[in-house]
């Protein structure tokens, strides 16, 4: 079984869920009382949060490029950034390391895909929704095509995931907001909608609404796995 480094603290909410997803996963495939190999490196959220909002996107890349490098010394065989939003320094954390790192906008993309799907709504930070890096990958790499909800629907989203989610508060008013801004893409055609923010899955899973949704925490925990397993 190869090693798994975790970038995570990003927030810590979510960084949970992988570790659980991750070990689960390991333990179906390999039964008895196996788990996974993971190294994690738990960043301190407010620190990070700060340089996004500031627009620091040089010095955040530095702090993860310096994470990677310990988990890789510690001896990571690949890495993840468990969050969708920090995939905007990607290429500079890569380029800081000799291991590979897996993309969460690969693994959504390949599940997309193979689900037949070419055009998607998208949830997540204002950065995952209204920057490229993310959004381009998927056009780019996949063909797929990608919508977002309206300025004021972003807002909501956007804060909801910084002033509950991140914080371990989960809200039934947010959650129904939520809801029918997924309604919304619908409606404008998309055909499943990412759950583009490691923490909505928190508030929303399938059971509650119709759309197909793609909850990128489980992706690329799944996309973890396979790769721990592969020879």
Request: glycine share 8%; hydrophobic share 40%; net charge negative.
């Amino acid at each position: 079984m190869k090693t798994v480094g975790l970038l995570g603290g990003m927030s810590w909410e979510s960084t949970q869920t992988y570790y659980q997803l991750i070990n689960q996963g390991i333990k179906h495939q390999l039964g008895g009382l196996h788990s996974g190999k993971i190294i994690l490196y738990s960043v301190d959220f407010a620190e990070i949060e700060a340089l996004q909002h500031s627009g620091d996107w040089l010095q955040a890349a530095k702090r993860l490029s310096d994470a990677a490098m310990g988990v890789q010394a510690a001896g990571a065989d690949f890495l993840m950034i468990c969050t969708n939003t920090m995939h905007k320094v990607f290429d500079q954390v890569q380029e800081s390391i000799d291991i590979p790192m897996l993309h969460i906008a690969d693994a959504t993309g390949e599940r997309l895909t193979a689900m037949g799907i070419d055009k998607v709504g998208l949830l997540g930070t204002a950065f995952t929704m209204e920057q490229d890096f993310y959004k381009s990958r998927l056009t780019n790499k996949f063909a797929i095509d990608v919508v977002i909800p309206d300025k004021n629907q972003r807002d909501l989203v956007h804060n909801v995931i910084y002033q509950e989610l991140c914080q371990g508060i989960i809200n039934h008013d947010s959650k129904q907001q939520y809801l029918r801004i997924i309604e919304d893409l619908a409606k404008h055609g998309a055909q499943a909608v990412i759950l583009g923010c490691t923490e909505i899955g928190l508030l929303i899973q399938q059971d509650d609404c119709n759309t197909p949704l793609i909850d990128t925490t489980d992706v690329h925990a799944n996309a973890a796995i396979t790769a721990m397993l592969t020879p």
